[in-house]
């Protein structure tokens, strides 16, 4: 957008490496180099050797489905997309403990040699074939990207990001007058107590005390009665049903 006067470097497990070939395939780029061939699924933001190291790679080609390598002085190699490890899509963008379906390729069809991570997080997975896993959101996980590991150390990263939604189950007490205590109890919450958001009724309030599952807030002037929200970055959580903000007497006269 300014004449090419600027660029960005997506070097991130190419450094030191030349650069001779570049090629791509849905979400999948890969790259020829001077040592073997490496393939980003995160638009270049990092990348994986997938194999032929120590090799001068001098061509890519994609054709119906298989990755052709030209090299140097050792022939053409071919290898096809489908055992490469990569994340097409997910759904859905979900709570914690709840079940995600994560469509790609290159999965090991054996649930434990996949190794599922929610921005950093380990899960769980229940399930694998070779083009579709299902796990489960850890506890603790925060927004970010996935990464899944598998057929022999490739790793891939999903190019969107996977948005953990804040889940209030239950709150105590139900009721309040302005003022009191009220403790919020559910999932997705941050344990820094000013990274969520939390309003009754649309009436924002100080959060005194928090962990990934409990908060601890005031009821705030000028409450009213509705339900309680909780957002923990820009994604926001809604109470089943509503806390009831009671009345208070503060005088009368004569």
Not at 45 to 63: K, M, P
Not at 116 to 134: H, Q, R, Y
Not at 227 to 254: C, D, H, K, L, W
């Amino acid at each position: 957008t300014n004449n090419c006067s600027s660029w960005t470097a997506v070097n991130t497990g190419l450094t030191n490496k030349i650069v001779s070939a570049l090629t791509m395939s849905g979400n999948n780029v890969f790259a020829g180099t001077h040592d073997g061939v490496f393939y980003s699924t995160n638009n270049g933001t990092s990348w994986n050797q997938v194999g032929l190291s120590n090799t001068w790679i001098e061509s890519l080609y994609v054709y119906n489905d298989v990755l052709f390598a030209g090299t140097t002085n050792l022939g053409i190699y071919s290898q096809p997309l489908s055992q490469f490890c990569s994340i097409t899509s997910f759904t859905p963008a979900e709570i914690i403990d709840a079940s995600v379906t994560i469509n790609g390729t290159g999965f090991s069809t054996t649930a434990s040699n996949n190794i599922v991570e929610f921005n950093g997080t380990l899960a769980t997975v229940t399930n694998s074939t070779s083009t579709t896993l299902t796990v489960v959101v850890p506890s603790g996980a925060t927004s970010g990207p996935i990464t899944v590991t598998a057929n022999g150390g490739q790793t891939a990263i999903s190019a969107t990001t996977f948005a953990v939604i804040p889940h209030v189950i239950s709150f105590s007490p139900s009721l309040g007058i302005i003022g009191s205590t009220v403790t919020i109890s559910g999932t997705g919450f941050s344990e820094n107590s000013t990274s969520n958001t939390v309003q009754f009724n649309g009436t924002t309030t100080t959060v005194n005390n928090a962990t990934q599952t409990s908060l601890t807030v005031t009821v705030p002037p000028t409450a009213t009665s509705g339900p309680i929200t909780v957002s923990v970055g820009g994604n926001t959580g809604t109470s089943a049903t509503s806390f009831s903000v009671v009345p208070t007497i503060a005088s009368f006269t004569p």
